[in-house]
């Protein structure tokens, strides 16, 4: 009877644990409006050729630098193209590198760090000193390296975003391993003889699980950034496809007489940004006890 009752158990209380995680994360209120706004996103990121009214590089000579109405809801940039549909394009761009980027970073980041943590020694040290070794370089700087080596396009920033935010997810992860390595019920695998792949990739992960989401949803606003700067400094994705930083770039040297043409595309990237960083601040406090009080 013990055997059967046990699964039941464990149910329950993780059911009751997933509950009290999400209340506590609904009840900070920036948080919640950070998850509104990366929803919205998402679903105009999937929805962007139902929801774009004109076809992003469609060229209208006639519509050149037109202001927000209702024909265009953001104008028109030097080309007569419409903004508003360029943004919604652009969001696919940037959302689809940043979310591949960042979750191969995760892969690989947390696959070394947690090797590294659990096995320590040798390989600990080899390990963490070629991560130090590209911390020591600034994302944005390691990022224009790479991208100069592997030229501009869309795949070489998703990339160049998956080894440049490697070591971030790597630290985090070796950080958690080495705290939970010497926990009793680590020792009880190894006393049972379980694989050191079973005892990172089934026990540890799992337990140092919340770090680790909190530093996706941080470098999910960095990868935003990042692309966007890449993009405005000519090394990102390249025309003809739509690019929000790209048309930051193209709509500097209209300031003065169109301002929505950098406006939109700025606001556009401020946003999901914005999301990420108060549901990572959210997730914070959920997953650590003593932010409660602050």
Known sequence: MATETQPQQTTGRDESQLRQFAESFLENKL????????????????????????????????????????????????LGRDIFSRVLYGYQTVMTITLGGVMMAFALGTSIGLTAGYRGGWTDQSIMRAVDVLMAFPSLILALALISALGPSKWGVLLVLGVAYTPIFARVARSEAVSLRE?????????????????????????????????????????????????????????????????????KDYLATAWWYSIFPGLAIMIPVIGFNTIGDGLRDTFDPRQVNR
């Open 31 to 78: 948080a919640v409006f950070g998850l509104f706004l990366i929803i919205s996103v998402g679903v105009i990121t999937l929805f962007a050729p139902q929801i774009a009214p004109y076809e992003p590089r469609t060229q209208n000579y006639d519509a050149i630098l037109e202001g927000p109405s209702a024909d265009h809801l953001f104008g028109t940039d030097n």
């Open 183 to 251: 926990e009793q019920f680590v020792k009880s695998l190894e006393v049972r003889g379980a694989s050191q792949a079973r005892i990172v990739f089934r026990h540890i992960l799992p337990n140092a699980v919340g770090p680790l989401i909190v530093a996706i949803t941080l470098q999910f606003a960095f990868g935003i950034l990042t692309t966007a700067t890449l993009s405005f400094l000519g090394v990102g994705v390249q025309p003809p496809d739509p690019s929000l930083g790209r048309m930051l770039t193209e709509g």
